[in-house]
C-alpha cells in the first residue's frame, strides 16, 4: 500500500507542476487506476492477515489516505483559478480531492469495527458536514426560543455546537456520528413537548442523549447547586434533591453513543454528585441534631409576637446597630430556624423575609407597645 500511496502523491506534485495549457485529459484516468490500486492492495492484504493486522493495515491505509487529503487540499489552495490552466489543474484535484474522500467513506462503512473513529475529521469534510449541522442547530435555537426554554441552557448548547476553524479543534468522526444522531433527537423531543419544558426536564433530556461533555456537567452542577441554595429550609432542601436525583435516575438513553466515550456516562457521575450532596445535608442536620440535644442550639425560642411583629422587632434591633448581621440572608435564615411564634410553630425564611420589608402600621403599634414595656421595665430598674 505504500507504493500506491506514493503514487497518488507524485500525482499531486505532478499537477502542481504541470504547464498552464495543458488540458489534463490523462489525469482523470490515470486517478481512478491507482485508486483501484490501493483498494485492491489492501483487500489482498487483509485476505492474508489476522484480525490485529488487519486492523492496522486499515488504520494504515486511512492514515495514508488523510495524509493525501491534506496535501491535496494544500495544493488547491496554492492554485488559485486565475488562469484557464489553474482552472483545469483545481477541477482534477478537486476530482482528487472526492476520489479519496469516497475511499476514506467506503473504509468506514466495510469496516466499522477496525476504523480509527478517533481520528479528526478532514476539513473539507468537516466543512461539508459542519454546514448541515448548523443548519439543524440553528433549527433547534428558534424553537428553544419559542418554547421559551432557559437561556443559559440555549446559551450553553450554543457553546458547545458551535466550532471552530482550527485544525486542532476539528471533531473526530467519533464526535460527527454522535452529532448525527444527537441534534434530531433534541429537535424531536422539543417537537413533541405538550407544554414548556422547565430547567430541569431541558436538562434530563440532554441527559438521555448522552452529553457527557465536562462543561454540561459543570453546568448540571451549578444548577443543582443554585436549586438547593434557594430553598428555604433543610427540609425543602432534602426534597428538592430526592426530586433531582430521581430525574436524573429516570432519564432513560435514547441514542446508543455518548459524546466523550473516555468519559464515564453524565448519569453516573451526576447520581454521584447528588449522592454527596445529600451525603452532605444529612450531616448538617445530624450537627444541628446533636448540639439540639446537648442544649447547645434551641430550636424553639417562642414569642408572643407574630410573625410580621418579630421581623418589625428584629429590623428595628439591626437598624440601631444592637445586632450585626453578615448579610440580611443569613438573618433571615437564623430566625426562620430558630424561632417559632404563637400563630406558627415554622417560619419560612421567605414569610420572615417579606415581613422584614414591609411592616404595617398596625404591626409597628403592637412593637411600639412592647419597647414601651421594656423601657418602663428597664427604668424600674435604675
Known amino acids: 500500500m505504500n507504493e500506491e500511496h506514493l503514487n497518488f502523491r507524485l500525482i499531486v506534485e505532478a499537477l502542481a507542476k504541470i504547464p498552464e495549457q495543458t488540458t489534463l ?4 484516468s490515470e486517478i481512478k487506476l491507482e485508486s483501484r490500486r490501493m483498494t485492491d492492495a489492501l483487500l489482498n492484504a487483509l485476505c492474508q492477515a489476522t ?4 486492523r492496522n493495515h486499515i488504520r494504515q491505509y486511512q492514515q495514508g489516505l488523510l495524509s493525501l487529503l491534506s496535501a491535496v487540499q494544500k495544493a488547491i489552495h496554492a492554485s488559485p483559478a486565475k488562469t484557464a490552466g489553474n482552472k483545469f489543474r483545481r477541477e482534477m484535484l478537486n476530482t482528487f480531492s472526492n476520489t479519496i474522500a469516497e475511499n476514506l467513506q467506503q473504509l468506514s462503512t466495510h ?9 479528526p475529521l478532514p476539513a473539507l469534510y468537516w466543512e461539508q458536514e459542519r454546514m448541515q449541522l448548523e443548519k439543524q442547530a440553528k433549527a433547534i435555537f428558534q424553537n428553544m426560543t419559542t418554547l421559551q426554554i432557559d437561556t443559559q441552557i440555549t446559551s450553553f448548547l450554543q457553546n ?6 482550527e485544525d486542532t479543534q476539528r471533531p473526530t468522526y467519533r464526535q460527527l456520528h454522535y452529532w448525527r444522531l444527537f441534534l434530531p433527537a433534541l429537535s424531536k ?7 414548556k419544558p422547565g430547567s430541569l426536564e431541558t436538562i434530563c433530556m440532554l441527559i438521555s442523549l448522552n452529553l457527557n461533555h465536562p462543561a454540561f456537567y459543570t453546568f448540571c452542577c451549578s444548577f443543582i447547586q443554585s436549586e438547593i441554595q434557594s430553598c428555604e429550609d433543610l427540609t425543602t432542601q432534602y426534597k428538592t434533591s430526592y426530586l433531582i436525583k430521581k430525574c436524573i435516575s429516570q432519564a432513560a438513553p435514547a441514542i446508543s453513543c455518548h459524546h466523550s466515550p473516555h ?4 448519569n453516573t457521575t451526576l447520581l454521584e454528585y447528588m449522592t454527596a450532596e445529600i451525603t452532605y445535608l444529612q450531616s448538617i ?11 447547645l442550639l434551641n430550636n424553639s425560642y417562642k414569642v408572643t ?7 418589625i422587632f428584629i429590623q428595628l434591633q439591626v437598624s440601631a446597630k444592637i445586632i450585626s448581621p453578615g448579610s440580611p440572608k443569613l438573618l433571615h435564615e437564623y430566625i426562620s430556624r430558630h424561632y417559632s411564634t404563637l400563630e406558627t410553630s415554622h417560619i419560612s425564611a421567605k414569610s420572615f423575609k417579606n415581613a422584614y420589608y414591609s411592616a404595617s402600621t398596625t404591626d409597628l403599634e403592637k412593637v411600639i407597645d412592647k419597647l414601651l414595656t421594656m423601657l418602663a421595665i428597664a427604668q424600674e430598674k435604675r
Do not use: C, R, Y
Open 263 to 266: 468519559l464515564p456516562p453524565i
Open 25 to 28: 485529459p490523462a489525469f482523470e
Open 51 to 54: 484480525t490485529k493486522k488487519a
Open 285 to 295: 442536620d445530624s450537627i444541628a441534631g446533636e448540639l439540639s440535644h446537648q442544649g
Open 111 to 119: 469496516f466499522p469495527g477496525h476504523f480509527n473513529w478517533n481520528s
Open 305 to 311: 409576637l407574630t410573625v410580621k411583629q418579630l421581623a
Open 189 to 195: 423531543m422539543f417537537k413533541n413537548a405538550v407544554q
Open 160 to 165: 458547545i455546537i458551535t466550532v471552530t476553524d
